[in-house]
């Protein structure tokens, strides 16, 4: 495999630090060019100096003269600012493939950046796909830039698919069920933010976890495998598999089934993703069968679970209704996160904003862009009035 030249975006949060976690075990297959990140300045100054990397961005304007001293030493270049990351998705030739592992809507800008530029993506950040799936895949196919999936589950159905040539059936999207399978919905609204953080099988940053745990991520999964693999929301079923052994399956026409395995580790997809197509090499550890003991399935409950059903629905309705219901969700999240609102609080303001947010059949970006203010605009108001 050729040496490629990569960049992070998102470099201190979970997927990136296991990103990194990759390279360093095959130094000689990848050669750091950028990383970034929102606040986190000290984790990657040490980043930065460890994978000699050609250039760093701090998001936080304020951190720029903490960066830029601790590396300016070593010959990186420091930039500061969203738009020094969106600027370097554009102009930077040097860059072969993107892992694109930004939090939230705020990754959708230097996304299309990259894509725009012909840069292979490899997509992690759930929310450019949720909110402007139909502008992220058109400019792709444009531009002729591989999306290639990060998310285990997205990374499963992409894995089952090489060398198929028949139509999909169905799409069985696996899921844990979060920390809250088993608690009764009546308690529910004392769920407090330590126990929405604490995922029992994966190890993801707080945000995605307490989406985890409201089944909000199993529906932005759903309306991400539209996109990425060109079926309709009726093709797909959610199936809860507490053991996350089996990461997703495809069926086909003549009833065949396949699924992708292995132990939870999130550095398996994205290694696969960035070494895609050749599978290299991972010290992870292995499946062993004689102790899995058995696998259980069952239907997911949408009535304690509602976030499920509004990803349904967003999509079906489609337009920027997707964009309406991330916007809500991140606001109210963030909201749950500082202990603003209860923890049942959180679909109830989603709800309430794809109710009343202005919908629009057909928008362009700067509409997208345009509903995700005045969502978070209107979410926050909601908020600010139930206190």
């Known amino acids: 495999m050729e040496k490629r030249k990569i960049a992070i975006l ?42 000699d990397a050609a250039c760093a961005i701090i998001a936080d304007d304020s951190l720029y ?25 554009s102009t930077s030739d040097n860059i072969d493939m993107v892992l694109s592992a930004m ?48 998310d ?18 169905r799409i069985f999207l696996t899921a844990s069920g979060g920390p809250f399978l088993r608690t009764p919905a009546s308690e529910l609204a004392q769920v407090t933010v330590a126990e929405a953080t604490n995922h029992p099988r994966w ?6 976890t307490v989406d985890s745990s409201t089944l909000m991520n199993k529906g932005f999964e759903m309306i991400e495998a539209c996109w990425l693999f060109g079926v309709d929301i009726s093709q797909i079923t959610v199936v809860i598999h507490p053991q996350s052994v089996i990461h997703s399956m495809v069926s086909f026409q003549d009833g065949a089934v396949m699924a ?12 696969y993703a960035l070494t895609y197509p050749a599978r290299m090499p991972l010290d992870i550890p292995r499946l062993d069968f004689y102790r899995l003991g058995g696998f259980t399935f ?34 109210a999240v963030d909201a749950f996160l500082n202990e603003r609102i209860r923890f049942t609080d959180i679909p109830a ?30 979410a926050s108001n909601l908020i600010a009035k139930n206190k």
């Open 10 to 51: 998102g470099s201190t949060g979970s997927i990136g630090i296991q990103a990194l976690d990759v390279v360093r075990e095959h130094r000689d297959l990848f050669d750091v060019q950028l990383l970034t990140a929102g606040s986190n300045s000290s984790l990657l100054i040490r980043q930065a100096i460890e994978f």
């Open 65 to 89: 003269d903490e960066v830029y001293e601790a590396l300016n030493p070593h010959g990186i270049n420091v930039f500061a600012g969203m738009s020094s990351i969106i600027d370097a998705m």
């Open 103 to 150: 939090v939230g809507f705020r990754g959708l800008e230097p996304t299309l950046a990259a894509l725009r530029s012909g840069k292979a993506v490899a997509i992690a950040n759930k929310e450019p796909l949720v909110a402007a799936g139909k502008i992220v895949m058109q400019t792709a196919r444009e531009h002729n830039a591989p999306v290639l999936p990060v």
């Open 152 to 169: 285990s589950e997205h990374s499963a159905i992409f894995q089952a698919l090489q060398g198929e040539h028949s139509p999909i059936e």
């Open 203 to 208: 190890k993801m940053g707080r945000k995605i």
């Open 260 to 271: 992708q395995m292995s132990t939870p580790d999130m550095r398996l997809p994205i290694q």
């Open 298 to 331: 069952s239907e997911p409950d949408t009535a304690k679970f509602p976030c499920l059903g509004f990803a349904v629905e967003a999509m079906r309705k489609g337009g920027n209704m997707p964009c309406i219901m991330n916007a809500a969700n991140e606001v």
């Open 349 to 378: 303001v989603i709800s309430r904003c794809m109710e009343k947010c202005s919908f629009v059949k057909d928008p362009d970006l700067d509409g997208i862009l345009e509903t995700d203010r005045l969502t978070r605009e209107f």
